[in-house]
Structures are given as structure tokens and as C-alpha cells.
């Protein structure tokens, strides 16, 4: 089950009522299976941040996962192009928000300091 649930998991994600399925799984707590969910979408991270639907399951991943998990998550999005592209939009400047909230130490510091950058550039 888990692994049709995995293949399908972008699809499940921008559902009405699919992505509340998949943050019920990611509340579980099983840090293994929210691995495998993360690794599932990093590839569309921008994209799913940007829909009303998957952009809840993007926030969950970044509440629920361990901070390994959570630091590919934040890896990905330490790029200005990135950051600038969820910054401007309605609910990726929500998943935006709350990578700043989970991030810790050097990636905390990195995403601010692309975050002035692009402030120091407008």
C-alpha cells in the first residue's frame, strides 16, 4: 500500500480532499515513511508550495519531519530563483514562512541571508 501510495503521492497531494490523507500519515510520526514522502515530492517542491492543496502537505513536512528530513527540504530551497518565486506567491510565501520558523542553525542563517540579498537588490 504505502508504495502505490508513494508513486502517487504528487497526484494524492493536490487533491481537494487526497492531501488531507497524506498530512493525517504525515502527523503519524513514522520519520521513515516522511522520508520517503519528501523524497516523493522534493523534485516539485516549488510547484506543490504554489497550490492551495499541496502547499498544506509541504507545511506538515516541514512540522513533522525530523530534522534531517527537514534540512533536504530547506537544502532545496536556499536557492534566491526559489525563494523569490515562493515569496510572491499566496501559498508558497506560506511554506516560505514556516521554513523560516523549522530552519535551525546554518541553514536558518543562509535562508536569511539570501532573503536580505534579494531585499538589498529591489
Known sequence: MSKNLILN????????YGNYVIQYLLQLGNQNFNRKIVLALIDELVVLSKLKF???????CLNFSDENTV???????????IICEMMYDNYGNYVLQKALAVAKGDLRFSLFKVLYKIQSNN
Do not use: F, R, T
Not at 54 to 60: A, F, R, W, Y
Open 71 to 81: 534540512n533536504i527540504i530547506l537544502q532545496y530551497m536556499i536557492k534566491p530563483n
Open 9 to 16: 503521492i504528487k497526484k494524492i497531494c493536490k487533491e481537494k
Open 54 to 60: 499541496s502547499s498544506n502537505v509541504i507545511e506538515k
